[in-house]
């Protein structure tokens, strides 16, 4: 059976020792949660504080990109196998955000998945259509391609550890939410994509919903089938909300 998940993207958020408290908050407090796979994803100069904090819970760590190569003269960059090094066992790929004020391509992502399998690191592939795109209802063709051009190169093994979120980059930030219907529909046409190309193996792959997911109305979304869980921004920076959202199955 899939795996239930709630993943808080930090983004560029919390100083350092902010984020050793919210962690901490989240081990205390997510104690009694059961069933659902609690992963957070703070910005790199944190994950070594926040794997001491998750260490012996069940929070598991990720980190929010990850570099296109593997070692050497990128000045700036961090690869895969330092991020794995620090405890982390996931790497949020391809955000919106990522793609549109960093100009990562699906070459780019296509390169950095593969840093993420030799180093380790299970990706939170993330796919969405801008809001031009939906009202032009060419959303299913936008996420369609975007799968084809990636996740479709992956060995059936590597897609295997691959956990999809479908972000509507119209929803991001904006507190406008994709209807239950808007994001089961979509989920599903992601399964069925997914499994044109890996057949059954589709059925076991985590879908994610991101965008503008809180308290409110995480119940509505994750009570729809091919709905597996969320990918929070916002709502995953205060420890309450983010374990009230992985309470919400
Ligand atoms: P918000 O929950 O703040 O809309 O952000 C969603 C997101 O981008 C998670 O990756």
Redesign the pocket.
């Known amino acids: 059976m899939r795996k239930k998940i709630v993943?808080g993207?930090w983004?560029m958020n919390t100083s350092i020792s902010e984020g050793e408290r919210l962690s901490a908050e989240i081990v205390e407090k997510s104690k009694d949660v059961d069933g659902v796979l609690l992963i957070v994803?703070p910005p790199f100069t944190h994950l070594t504080k926040v794997a001491d904090k998750l260490r012996g819970s069940r929070t598991a760590l990720s980190a929010q990109n990850c570099a296109a190569e593997t070692s050497g003269a990128y000045t700036g960059e961090v690869a895969a196998s330092m991020i794995a090094e620090t405890g982390a066992a996931y790497c949020?790929l391809g955000?919106?955000?990522r793609r549109e004020y960093y100009g990562e391509t699906d070459e780019t992502l296509n390169k950095k998945l593969r840093q993420c399998f030799a180093g380790n690191l299970s990706p939170i592939f993330?796919v969405g259509e801008k809001l031009a795109e939906r009202e032009g209802n060419r959303h299913f063709e936008v996420i369609k391609t975007q799968l084809q051009n990636t996740v479709f190169n992956l060995e059936e093994e590597d897609f295997g550890k691959v956990i999809i979120?479908y972000?509507p980059v119209w929803?991001?930030?904006?507190?406008k939410?994709a209807t239950p219907e808007q994001a089961q529909e979509i989920h599903a046409f992601i399964r069925k994509t997914l499994a044109e190309k890996f057949g059954a193996k589709a059925c076991e792959t985590s879908i994610l919903y991101?965008?503008?997911?809180?308290p409110a109305n995480a119940k509505s979304l994750f009570a729809n089938g091919d709905v597996d869980g969320?990918?929070?921004?916002?709502?995953?920076l205060k420890s309450d909300d983010f374990i009230a959202i992985a309470k919400s199955f």
């Open positions: 993943a993207n983004k994803a949020i955000h919106s955000e993330c979120a972000e929803a991001i930030g904006t507190g939410t991101g965008g503008s997911c809180n969320g990918l929070i921004g916002g709502a995953s």
